[in-house]
């Protein structure tokens, strides 16, 4: 029998043998720990490629025509922001859209972005070509001076550069989105933590902006605007006239009239002046104003303008005229220097003080403050005038710029209040916000245009140029309104944004360009860029008037004698 052997091999075998690794499990086998997350570029991730195609095309559209002309610098912002807006549309849509039906392929997102490369400068060089010759013809129109031809090469400049902004903005309220919703991923789920986190930058991002910028913005107005109100104009002086609010024996003390009332009441033609001109002796006309500090309410100072009325005399003349002037308190000299030239100064003009903001922050801040100012300075006059003896009564006008026309509207409530309220009402550019404005206009005649209407069951008159009203058949009328057809302030609606307007169907004003469009959103954000500079262009366009006011007061209340040839001479006198 034989035994087994066991053969040890000899050490340095064994010790060769315990350096070979033994055998691992497959590799197959073997778990995987989780790869780390890729990280997220947002700020400097690519562009969307649905956000790029609708960008193009507002970008594009930017430069169709609108009511008046831009400068570089506006027109370059105006297409910044609006490439913006289409940007945001887009990349929204292109969201939505791969939520629903997943990502788009490669080769989809490949032969967009090639399209977008072959037609975009196409289209944008069109467009850029096309807003030049537009942006030449609104020049035209309004009678303005052409510009560099070299402004289109800055004008791209601005829209990149305000486009780029606005993108960084966006995606840095992206970023700080994503990281809010990394830390609320800790405690909730993953659409439960970007729902926070949107939600919770979006209230930061607006309460930034209102809290600081807007609230900044009214702040610094408001600063700037009462040391404003606290000076005194160039040239203006305390007046030696005991006619004048301000001057001697006056209840009202010059340093509290404010430095628009300091310019109303310094700013009077001079008796000779009036005298050349009307062809006949003239005597001085009486200006009286009451600013913010002249006394304690709306209510004392309105008051005290009509004890200062009975101190200067001013219901023994020919014509009282109210003024409800514009925000900071602003009447345009050529409104009261018409109705004195026109009366040889026998004239008493009266107006008071609500604000020193401008007519923007105004009407946007508190519009209450111009309307209980016109009814408590137009109602105190009125009783008082109402009083006289019916045979002695001057007569009584009323006028309102801009804000001004809103106050006066809404003193009086409906049309026919505002015809009996007065023996005329002269208002130029009324705001979008006037109550009968929109009433008359609504209810004209089928066929006037609503740029030029007619009404005829009240003494009313409209016109979009003041020359029309030289030929006026029948009595006078008791309101007239100026109101340019380019007139942003006049035309700008929030239904601009789903609506065509009225203004943009059938007939045109001549002044308004055949080549303006209505398209849903960008039409809405033209007219408020417009809004921007109305007054900067020139007298019978935007919202610039002016000398117009002649032709207003010679329909509403010429003296006797007074003729189309006199409206001519006094509108040069005045600068027209």
């Known amino acids: 029998m034989l035994e087994q052997v066991v053969v040890s091999p000899p050490g340095w075998q064994k010790a060769l043998l315990s350096r070979i690794p033994s055998p691992r499990r497959p590799i197959e086998d073997t778990p995987l720990a989780p790869a780390p997350p890729a990280r997220r570029r947002i700020v400097?991730?690519?562009?969307?490629?649905?956000?790029?195609?609708?960008?193009?095309?507002?970008?594009?559209?930017?430069?169709?025509?609108?009511?008046?002309?831009?400068?570089?610098?506006?027109?370059?912002?105006?297409?910044?922001?609006?490439?913006?807006m289409g940007y945001a549309l887009g990349a929204a849509g292109g969201a939505v859209a791969r939520r629903l039906h997943g990502p788009f392929r490669a080769r989809t997102t490949l032969i967009a972005w090639a399209t977008l490369a072959a037609v975009v400068p196409v289209l944008m060089v069109i467009f850029l070509w096309l807003g030049t010759r537009w942006q030449r013809d609104l020049r035209v129109r309004l009678g303005m001076a052409p510009v560099p031809e070299y402004d289109i090469a800055r004008t791209v400049w601005a829209s990149l550069l305000t486009f780029g902004l606005l993108l960084l903005i966006a995606r840095m309220l992206r970023l700080a989105t994503y990281g809010c919703a990394l830390l609320f991923r800790r405690v909730v789920p993953q659409r439960a933590a970007y729902c926070a986190g949107t939600l919770v930058v979006a209230v930061l991002a607006y309460s930034a902006f209102d809290g600081l910028l807007i609230a900044n913005l009214f702040a610094t107005a408001d600063r700037l605007a009462a040391v404003e109100n606290n000076g005194t104009g160039n040239g203006v002086t305390v007046p030696a006239s005991t006619l004048r609010s301000g001057g001697p024996q006056s209840l009202v003390p010059w340093d509290t009239l404010g430095r628009q009332g300091r310019a109303f009441v310094a700013g009077t033609p001079r008796v000779d002046e009036l005298t050349t001109f009307a062809g006949r002796p003239a005597i001085e006309p009486i200006r009286v104003y009451a600013g913010l500090t002249s006394a304690d309410t709306l209510r004392d100072r309105a008051e005290l303008v009509v004890r200062e009325m009975d101190r200067t005399g001013a219901f023994d003349r020919a014509v009282v005229a109210v003024i409800t002037p514009t925000g900071t308190g602003w009447i345009d000299n050529r409104v009261p220097r018409s109705l004195e030239f026109m009366y040889a100064g026998d004239t008493a003009l009266v107006s008071m003080q609500y604000s020193y903001l401008p007519s923007f922050?105004?009407?946007?801040?508190?519009?209450?403050?111009?309307?209980?100012?016109?009814?408590?300075?137009?109602g105190a006059v009125r009783a008082r005038w109402a009083a006289l003896p019916a045979a002695t009564r001057p007569r009584l006008l009323l006028f309102g710029e801009s804000l001004g026309t809103y106050g006066m509207e809404m003193t009086f409530g409906t049309p026919e209040r505002l015809v009996d309220g007065a023996d005329g009402a002269l208002l130029l550019g009324p705001t979008f916000a006037n109550p009968t404005h929109?009433?008359?206009?609504?209810?004209?005649?089928?066929?006037?245009?609503?740029?030029?209407?007619?009404?005829?069951?009240?003494?009313v008159e409209f016109a979009d140029d003041a020359a029309e009203l030289r030929n006026l058949s029948g009595p006078p009328p008791k309101v007239v309104y100026l109101q340019n057809a380019t007139d942003p302030v006049v035309w700008w609606s929030?239904?601009?944004?789903?609506?065509?307007?009225?203004?943009?169907?059938?007939?045109?004003?001549?002044d308004v360009t055949p080549d303006m469009h209505w398209y849903p959103g960008i039409t809405f954000w033209q007219i408020s860029c417009d809004l921007v500079f109305s007054n900067k262009v020139p007298t019978g366009h935007g919202h610039s008037y002016r000398w117009e006011t002649v032709d207003g007061w010679a329909a509403l209340a010429a003296p006797p004698g007074w003729t189309t040839a006199d409206s001519i001479r006094l509108r040069v006198l005045l600068g027209g």
Not at 361 to 378: K, P, Q, T
């Open 44 to 84: 400097r991730s690519s562009l969307s490629v649905t956000g790029a195609g609708l960008a193009a095309v507002f970008y594009c559209l930017s430069f169709t025509p609108s009511l008046l002309p831009r400068a570089w610098f506006l027109q370059g912002v105006v297409a910044g922001i609006t490439a913006a």
């Open 361 to 378: 922050f105004a009407f946007m801040g508190d519009r209450s403050e111009v309307v209980n100012a016109a009814d408590a300075l137009i």
């Open 438 to 459: 929109r009433v008359l206009t609504e209810d004209r005649a089928d066929d006037s245009p609503i740029w030029d209407p007619t009404y005829t069951r009240l003494p």
């Open 494 to 510: 929030w239904d601009l944004l789903w609506k065509k307007p009225q203004w943009l169907v059938g007939e045109r004003a001549p």
